[in-house]
């Protein structure tokens, strides 16, 4: 297990790679801003932007910065509360090892939590109710309070509905009034959830966006994939699918190891534009593809903060598109200053914790202006890969075979070129591939609902340039 010592404290560094050129007259700036956080405890098996291939002749990187250690600004705190939602519905009890499962799993999450960790569980059904400790409020981490977390755990039994926003909502109340800066959840469910409406659900996660992260999980295969990853998408975590429950107990310590990890909180990445500038889209790129550009937030002239959640020892790449003014050859500007920062709450001066500059150079070498960066020819691959995953899945669905075999095929295609080896794994599971160069593939006949529900809910993750 890696050492969690609250002394490991992460640094931060942005990374810019771009083609700075433009034609006379372009408007648009593409860039991926690579964002590293190192010695906060754990890369959660990301690879860290070393993993990157060099940058390309033309201009690919930049600019670099980096600060000092987050351990250096005012008030910012290392200790974490965590709160486990432990789905007791009556479908757990169908087949009855899946309660068990995922009473061993609550058990071997809460062994992994780091001493003097803040932490609860909660079950929920169509309602949400308190099994460790109670009384609205959390237990501290030490040998005696895991025992006794692991003592009421026995005491889960499967009955009722499904409504997860009363599931969220109790664990922003028992997480709100803890005085720390990590602030996570762990969500488990094994079914569609039919007792409150999407609105509800809805308004339950913009209730809590930006109040804790949450890692959610789906067991088995009566699960909404698009609630499961809703859910891990608007509350900053991660989602994945535990098709067989005998593997939630390694599920569950992974989660809690990564969680346990994270030593800094509430990071944005601030985007200023000078004027006549204006950012068209922020998309996350690596581990997974996330759209950020709506969820910006003004913080001052011309800047517009974009929530990334809490870090440990990991890295994260951004693509992010500036339009800029039309400029004749020869003309030269910032485009944008990408800066990573913890905004004050009380709405005072951010602290910057890195920043890189994203640049644009008008010019008449069409050579120049026409190449295009590797990582961002790269990135836009693998979200279109995202994309076609997700269409191809819907139009099986639908039983319009021909568009799936097409949507599927181009998938197939993107994956190969771009070396994403584990998503090729799985499209070979829906599909029978003939030609990967080509992305000429046949449907298959028969695909369990396991390998279907794999592909959708892990279609976002993404590799890094090959070097």
Sequence with gaps: MANFSKSNVPQFSVEVYQNEFLPEGGREVNAIVTVTSTGGGTSGGIPLAGASSSPSSVSSISSVSSVSPISSIPGQRTDAAVVVMVDCSGSMDYPPTKMRNARDATAAAIDTLRDGTAFAVVSGTHEAAEVYPGGGRLATADATTRARAKEALR????????????????????LGDADVSIRHGILLTDGRNEHETPEDLRAALDACAGRFTCDARGVGTDWEVKEVTGIASALLGTADIVA??????????????????????????????????EIAFVKQVAPTVEELTGRRTEAGPRAGDYPTGSWGDESRDYHVCVRVPEAGVGREMLAARASLVIPDPAGGTARPLAQGLVRAVWTDDMAASTSINPQIAHYTGQAELAHVIQQGLDARKSGDFDNATAKLGRAVQLAAASGNEDTAKLLAKVVDVVDAATGTVRLKARVTEADEMTLETRSTKTVRVKK
């Design 155 to 174: 005491r889960l039994s499967a009955g009722g509905g499904t409504a997860i926003g009363t599931w969220l909502r109790l664990a922003d109340r028992l």
């Design 244 to 277: 067989d429950p005998s593997g939630l107990a390694a599920d569950f310590t992974r989660m809690m190891e990564n969680a346990m990890g994270k030593e800094v909180a509430d990071v944005a990445l601030r985007l200023w534009t000078p004027v006549g500038a």
